[in-house]
């Protein structure tokens, strides 16, 4: 009878460890594979600051072709007027530079853009200017995903969604002011910036 009951107790036991071991307290969770190949498909830091470099090179390789970095002072000298600055932006825009170039559409003419980017979620504004004799008038904001020519703004720059413009001349200064953006819900805040310019 003792003997029967020992064996009890010590089946028992054996049982319970080994239940324990293979599904309550092993080291590994149970869906340890599927927790592990999340964590590796989530970015790491360094995969974000790869993007926040490829971005800006693909930004300075398009947008900023052919122009130089200059100090403000040497801009508005160049140019023969004060640079137009966003009234509202909001802070998460930081600003990038200046820069120059000749105009190509009038050799004697300089044209000045300024830039500003916000690299937490691939977004920029960019001002151009450049000398006008022209009457002061002003278009359309525009906001789409689509390119001026055929195709999408994706397929030019693969880190936004939307472009979102606005053209104006005033006092003899033409001005563009251009944003990419991956929001839509981010319109108004777009349309905001931009008429801000002209005020």
């Known amino acids: 009878m003792r003997k029967s009951i020992k064996w009890s107790i010590l089946l028992f036991l054996t049982t319970t460890t080994l239940s324990l071991t293979l599904f309550g307290c092993s080291q590994e969770p149970f869906n340890s594979n599927a927790e592990k190949k999340k964590a590796e498909e989530r970015p790491t830091t360094a995969d974000v600051f790869k993007n926040k470099e490829a971005t800006m ?7 900023l072709e052919g122009y130089k970095q200059v100090t403000a002072g040497d801009a508005e000298r ?3 007027s004060t640079l137009i600055t966003p ?3 909001p802070e998460r825009f930081q600003h990038y530079g ?9 050799p004697t ?3 000045v853009k300024r830039l500003w980017v916000d690299l ?3 977004e920029l504004l960019l001002v151009t200017q450049s000398k006008l004799s022209d009457k002061d008038q002003q278009g359309q904001i525009i906001f789409a995903d689509g390119l001026e020519v055929p195709g999408k703004i994706s397929d030019i720059f693969p880190w936004a969604k939307y472009r979102c413009q606005y053209e104006f001349t005033k006092d003899g200064i033409s001005a563009q002011g251009y944003m990419l953006v991956n929001d839509e819900g981010n319109r108004d805040e777009c349309e905001k910036i931009l ?3 002209k005020e």
């Open 57 to 63: 090179r693909d930004i300075q390789n398009k947008l």
């Open 78 to 80: 160049q140019l023969g």
């Open 87 to 89: 009234k509202y932006l």
């Open 98 to 106: 200046i820069f120059i170039r000749d105009n190509p559409g009038i």
């Open 109 to 111: 003419e300089k044209m």
């Open 120 to 122: 937490k979620s691939f």
């Open 195 to 197: 008429k801000s310019l």
